[in-house]
């Protein structure tokens, strides 16, 4: 019987290569990484179990023969540390520097020249600051505020000048809408350092206000220490409430959206102790207060009780109700306040925010008043108040 052409089993064995060829491929090759290749090697600056690392250093991380695919950086608080990735994926540096007695972990991700990954955790405290500087801010977070109010940063310590440009550099203001503005160094009227930040012009109302300081791990001068911590605060700019005293007529006009919205007498600063010009920023108010001579240097002719009180200048600078002034919109006969009858002061009071403006107009004073007494930036123009700045603006 013929049972057909005969195979030759030989046939199959190109078959089979290339199958094998296949299933070659389909597993580690020769451009795949080998459990043998060695990992990229990570470096941590400062270097891990460090218990005493320097203040002021950034905190790097590096890796060699091959890229980093991830850095994450946590403090003992458990917050993050922002920082950024080098483009060509081989470094990663912090955006501020380490602060006082802190614990960091620093978790990295990489990946080999050859594609082999692996992640390392590295560790270090920071060294103990002999003295910390803290700051108090103004206004409070959330506060709502008016046209005219300056964003004020009080050190609890001096401030050395060399390590104002960098302390200025730190602070970052971000508004909506955009409005511009730029820092300036005071010395406040309680002789501590102090730095504002003014807009060019009022605030439109309804800006929305932030404010950012990366001072963490920033030396403020031997006198004044290290900062520890960031801060990260935010406020509103309310209705446009201001007020203008013209001292020769006694008065006192209230504005809203510069229209005018109401007029009331009173009595300014007497000839001997005149009315303080220029613009002035309600710095804080009072329902209640009593006027003790002593505190504005007349020693002890007087001590009344007042309501209604609006702080103006650091000095002694208000408006308050002075029931005990038979003169009111007759004579200027105050001690530099400008005093009203009890239910005005309240108008007054209840009208003007705290940031509002108040314009005092043909006073005799020429002294000017000093930016730190009180909140009193706009007692300069704007080049003037520019020249303030560390920066060199």
């Known amino acids: 019987m013929y049972a057909g052409p005969r195979r030759h089993p030989t046939r199959l064995i190109p078959a089979l290569i290339a199958a094998g060829t296949l299933l070659t491929a389909c597993g580690p090759g020769a451009d795949g990484p080998k459990a043998d290749e060695p990992a990229a090697k990570v470096t941590v600056t400062p270097a891990a179990g460090t218990t005493s690392a320097k203040l002021g250093s950034e905190i790097s991380v590096r890796a060699d023969g091959g890229k980093l695919t991830s ?62 500087n803290k ?58 350092d102090r730095i504002d930040w003014r807009p060019k012009d009022y605030w439109p109302t309804g800006t929305k206000v932030s404010v950012k300081g990366a001072l963490s791990g920033i030396d403020s001068g031997d006198d004044g220490g290290w900062f520890a911590r960031d801060y990260n605060f935010g406020f509103r700019i309310g209705a446009d409430h201001k007020a203008v005293i013209d001292v020769p007529a006694h008065q ?40 003790d001579s002593a505190t504005i240097g007349h020693g002890s002719e007087w001590m009344l009780d007042s309501k209604w009180v609006t702080h103006l200048t650091a000095s002694g600078t208000f408006l308050h109700s002075a029931p005990w002034n038979k003169s009111l919109g007759v004579v200027n006969n105050s001690h530099g306040c400008f005093g009203m009858s009890t239910s005005d002061a309240k108008k007054v009071y209840d009208f003007l925010s705290i940031g509002s ?37």
């Open 71 to 132: 850095v994450e950086v946590e403090d003992d608080k458990g917050g993050k540390v922002a920082g950024r990735l080098a483009g060509d994926g081989v470094s990663w540096k912090s955006d501020g520097k380490v602060r006082p007695q802190t614990t960091y972990t620093v978790r990295t991700k990489t990946k080999s020249s050859k594609g082999k990954e692996s992640s390392a955790t590295s560790k270090f405290t920071t060294e103990r600051a002999d003295k910390v």
């Open 135 to 192: 700051l108090t801010n103004t206004p409070g977070g959330g506060q709502t505020v008016g046209t005219g109010m300056p964003i004020s940063i009080l050190f609890d310590h001096p401030v050395a000048k060399d390590s104002r440009a960098e302390i200025e550099k730190a602070l970052k203001v971000t508004t909506q809408p955009k409005v511009e503005g730029a820092w300036g160094w005071v010395k406040d009227y309680s002789g501590k």
């Open 252 to 291: 006192l006009t209230m504005y809203e959206n510069g229209r005018s919205v109401g007029t009331i007498t009173g009595s300014a600063g007497s000839p001997q102790d005149p009315t303080r010009g220029g613009v002035h920023t309600v710095r804080s108010k009072n329902a209640a207060e009593t006027m």
């Open 357 to 393: 403006t108040v314009e005092v107009k043909g006073t005799t004073n020429t002294n000017k008043t000093d930016v730190g007494n009180g909140l009193e930036v706009w007692q300069e123009n704007w080049q003037q108040w520019q020249q303030r700045s560390a920066l060199g603006h």
